[in-house]
């Protein structure tokens, strides 16, 4: 093994033991020395190869990030009508944040502080996502106003994540049942669209 080969090596699995770490642990507990140890690596490895936790974390972010990307090709697919493509949208973008529930949270409770990979997201989404979930919308109800598919858009968003937010709040601590995604999003779908 080259020595650039054991260097892809060892930055790899100290950012796939970072990734595991926060699948299973969350965020909050991700410190560079348990990284370092769980990776068998040292502190300045980590720090070397990454340069501080925050940048570590940026990494991880991009791979988690990185599944959203697929989820939008199915928007494009005009074999579908445009409820069926939303649905399918919506389904396999739920899929994502059920898989990495700790990427959500860490969104919604950074504030103003993001990292590269949230940029970088956000300019995906500013450049692609938001046009591709509006022309959706547009063929789905005929609206033309960009302020008003994008509320329509976070109508949606908000009606079908917040109850994946929520679901271990509400079954474990209330005793609700909480119905399945599809189900879900099908009475969305019946209510929001009336007329369509």
Same mark, same amino acid.
């Given at each position: 093994?080259?020595?650039?080969? +054991? ?42 190869? *990454? %340069? ?9 972010? +991009?791979?988690? /990030?990185?599944? *959203?990307? &697929?989820?939008?090709?199915?928007? &494009? ?5 445009? +409820? ?19 990427? /959500?949270? #860490? ?5 103003? #502080? ?43 968003? %908000? ?13 474990? %601590?209330? %005793? ?9 999003? =099908?009475?969305?779908?019946? #209510?929001?669209? /009336?007329? =369509?």
């Amino acid at each position: 093994m080259t020595p650039l080969d +054991k260097n892809s090596e060892t930055k790899n699995m100290i950012l796939a033991t970072a990734l595991d770490m926060v699948k299973k642990e969350g965020f909050e507990s991700m410190t560079i020395r348990k990284i370092a140890a769980r990776s068998n690596t040292n502190i300045s490895l980590v720090n070397y190869y *990454f %340069g501080s936790k925050d940048q570590l974390i940026s990494e991880v972010m +991009k791979i988690l /990030l990185s599944g *959203f990307h &697929e989820c939008f090709k199915v928007l &494009e697919d005009a074999a579908l009508p445009p +409820k069926e493509r939303l649905k399918s949208f919506l389904l396999q973008y739920a899929s994502v944040i059920q898989e990495h529930p700790e990427l /959500l949270s #860490r969104i919604l409770t950074m504030g103003d #502080r993001l990292f590269p990979s949230q940029y970088e997201y956000g300019s995906f989404m500013q450049a692609s996502g938001f046009h591709l979930i509006h022309e959706v919308l547009r063929e789905i109800t005929h609206e033309r106003q960009p302020e008003a598919l994008m509320t329509m858009m976070m109508h949606i968003f %908000g009606a079908v994540f917040m109850p994946i937010l929520m679901k271990p709040i509400l079954e474990t %601590g209330a %005793g609700l049942h909480i119905a399945p995604l599809e189900q879900q999003i =099908d009475i969305l779908f019946e #209510r929001y669209f /009336l007329n =369509d």
